[in-house]
Nanobody, 124 residues
């Protein structure tokens, strides 16, 4: 069992930055691929990015590539999402998720565990 808790959301002006954190409980965190997804009101959950169990492989949605960076610290059971050059279109609830295969995926159904989400609001 893996429990995930996100933090770091808030209100930021367009062009600003935020860093989200997702802390995992359980000793199997280091074997899981981790993903970030987001969901805006009235829209479907959207893939943001993912990182493999070792941190050696990552993948990003085209909409955030070059602006967002995922990293992880397995010693701290934490995965991060650094978000730069934020746009109003980035506003959403951001969720982290754990993929037991270890590789991460763009597909939400690949993930067994989800956090409760953290709200990101971007003002124009």
């Amino acid at each position: 069992q893996v429990q995930l808790v996100e933090s770091g959301g808030g209100l930021v002006q367009a062009g600003g930055s935020l860093r989200l954190s997702c802390v995992a409980s359980g000793r199997t965190f280091s074997s899981h691929g981790m993903g970030w997804f987001r969901q805006a009101p009235g829209k479907e959950r959207e893939f943001v990015g993912t990182i493999s169990w070792s941190g050696g492989r990552s993948d990003y949605a085209d909409s955030v590539k070059g602006r967002f960076t995922i990293s992880r610290d397995n010693a701290k059971n934490t995965v991060y999402l650094q978000m730069n050059s934020l746009k109003p279109g980035d506003a959403a609830v951001y969720y982290c998720a754990a993929d037991p295969t270890g590789w991460g995926s763009r597909t939400p159904t690949s993930y067994d565990y989800w956090g409760q989400g953290t709200q990101v609001t971007v003002s124009s």
